[in-house]
């Protein structure tokens, strides 16, 4: 066999154990009242108690960012928060903020509902302030939603107003979207939408489910709850729905059509429960260039340490042909809304490398937009690469979701091998 042959030939490793591809991340529920500390509660599947953290002045909206980092809307501190998802304080996000409602749009940044002041405000992920998104001059905003066209709504249940608006991706004003005059729902608070299009309105203080459909028409009562001031609602991807309620001290789950499933979980006044978005490490690796030197597949499943490395061993020209491999993962959420994959690496090997990442679209072809690019050295790099455009078209109809990694030295390099350590690696899917 030739010195070439040997280099070009592929590597392949794979997982033995289902339960390694892909974990579903529990549920978090922000609880509290006027007199601080509120908590986060954290739920295993079954609804029961993990644990919780925080120690939030007033805890309302509740949002992921990516596969470990929960956003808060501390209304008590009139602040937004970053938080692990163990628990781990992260800092604070943006001050002075009247936050209430959190949503990541089709943008990818974050909208806040301000309680009183009538703005919507939209943030990037890093925290800068990219300004008023929209100016409803609605009292008491309570949650925001986002349908299947990225159009975005808001309600308030005051008195005189009791209405839902409708804006525009680019916070355009749409208009009413829903009224007491349309729809007879008096007081509408929590607002999400099943996959058909229609939203459900949690009609606080009447006590009741409502649903609208996707032109804001009352279509027929969801669920009548008897739950004492339901709020926020949240809808799962199978279209079954969790509301909780803030006087009665608990969460209620309903099957998609309504059917009452009974209590979900006994928590005092909870305003929100959102469940971590998938997340998945690899279960196939092939390496195209180069050789495994160290560590496995499961290497890859934590930022620990425990790293795969890859290697070139012998240099055949003064610019060096890159190391090359495909990552692959396997997702239960086949249209998904957001998609990120994460990947923490490092060189073992002193120099100037670059490593690039791009994904492979469903049809197998390597995107020519979606990637990134960042040079590397010897301490561990976490980067994230998130879809810009439709994340389905990176989802195969099995769940497949595929990374291509390329790393290579920067300019001609010495005659010497070198190596290439990575530590975890990451997608984040969102239903």
């Known amino acids: 066999m030739s010195v070439t042959s040997t280099f070009l030939r592929t590597l392949v490793l794979a997982a033995s154990l289902i339960g390694f591809q892909s974990v579903i991340a529990d549920y978090y529920v922000s609880s509290g009242t006027e007199i601080p500390p509120g908590k986060i509660y954290r739920l295993d599947d079954s609804g029961n108690v993990k644990g919780y953290f925080g120690d939030v002045a007033l805890p309302i909206g509740i949002v992921f960012l990516d596969e470990d980092r929960l956003l808060v809307a501390d209304f008590g501190s009139q602040s937004l928060r970053l938080i692990h998802a163990d628990g781990t304080e992260l800092g604070l996000f943006a001050d002075e903020v009247d936050a209430n409602a959190l949503l990541v749009d089709s943008h990818g940044d974050i909208l806040v509902n301000e309680y009183n002041s009538g703005f919507i405000r939209r943030f990037a992920q890093d925290g800068t302030d990219l300004g008023i998104f929209a100016v409803t001059g609605l ?189 692959t993962g396997t997702t239960t959420v086949t249209s998904p809304t957001g998609l990120s994959v994460a990947l923490t690496s490092k060189m073992a090997t002193s120099g100037s490398f670059r490593q690039e990442m791009v994904l492979v679209d469903k049809n197998g072809a390597q995107s020519p937009t979606e990637r990134r690019t960042d040079n590397l050295g010897s301490i561990l790099k976490h980067v994230r690469l998130t879809v810009s455009g439709d994340p389905s078209d990176f989802v195969k109809a099995d769940g497949t979701v595929k990374l291509r990694v390329n790393v290579r030295p920067l300019g001609p390099t010495a005659v010497l091998s070198w190596c290439y350590d990575i530590d975890r690696v990451a997608w984040t899917v969102r239903p």
Not at 166 to 177: I, R
Not at 262 to 274: K, N, T
Request: aromatic share 10%; charged share 15%; proline share 5%.
């Open 139 to 327: 009292q008491r905003q309570g949650q925001l939603a986002m349908d299947s066209q990225g159009n975005i709504y808001t309600s308030s249940f005051f008195p005189g107003e009791q209405l839902i608006y409708q804006y525009a991706p680019d916070g355009t004003f749409l208009g009413v979207f829903s009224s007491v005059a349309s729809s007879g729902i008096l007081s509408p608070t929590g607002l999400a939408f099943q996959s058909d299009g229609s939203m459900i309105v949690s009609n606080t203080f009447h006590n009741t489910l409502d649903r609208l459909d996707s032109s804001g028409g009352y279509l027929n009562q969801f669920a009548a709850t008897g739950m004492l001031e339901p709020e926020w609602v949240t809808v799962e991807p199978d279209d079954s729905v969790f509301v909780p309620s803030w006087s009665g001290g608990w969460i209620e789950k309903y099957d998609a059509a309504g059917n009452d499933l009974g209590v979900f979980a006994l928590l005092p006044h909870c305003y929100q429960i959102v469940r971590g978005p998938e997340v998945m490490a690899p279960n196939a690796v092939q390496v195209f260039r180069g050789r495994v030197n160290g560590g496995n597949l499961a290497s890859l499943a934590e930022e620990d340490g425990d790293v795969l490395r890859v290697c070139r061993f012998i240099v055949l020209n003064a610019v060096e042909a890159p190391v090359q491999m495909e990552l």
